[in-house]
């Protein structure tokens, strides 16, 4: 049975920062493409930014390029987010998301094999 689990979300000041974390079981981690999504009450889920599977390459979307860096480890079975400079905007709720073997359309909501139960983060201005 796959389990992606998040953690680390919580309540911050504008410019603070946090660190998610999502745990992976059930499936070889390394051959999954990991990304983040989030969902804000009345929105749709956006993609965030994901790192692929093999490479290590990574994308981000416009609104935290520079802010949000994601990082894995396979040995761990563990993807992190750092999310730094957190603007109010940034509210959501933060989902993992895992991808057998994809290596385009990263963004892409359907290309998703896994999802987490969400983590929710919110910055006050």
């Known amino acids: 049975q796959v389990q992606l689990v998040e953690s680390g979300g919580g309540l911050v000041q504008a410019g603070g920062s946090l660190r998610l974390s999502c745990a992976a079981s059930g499936l070889t981690f390394s051959r999954y493409t990991m990304g983040w999504f989030r969902q804000a009450p009345g929105k749709e889920r956006e993609f965030v930014v994901a790192?692929?599977?093999?490479?290590?390459?990574?994308y981000y979307s416009d609104s935290v390029k520079g802010r949000f860096t994601i990082s894995r480890d396979n040995a761990k079975n563990t993807v992190y987010l750092q999310m730094n400079s957190l603007k109010p905007e940034d509210t959501a709720a933060y989902y993992c998301?895992?991808?057998?073997?994809?290596?385009?359309?990263?963004?892409?909501?359907?290309?998703?094999?896994?999802w987490g139960q969400g983590t929710q983060v919110t910055v006050s201005s």
């Open positions: 998301a895992a991808a057998f073997l994809v290596v385009t359309g990263l963004d892409v909501i359907d290309n998703y094999n896994y």
């Open positions: 790192i692929r599977w093999t490479g290590g390459n990574t």
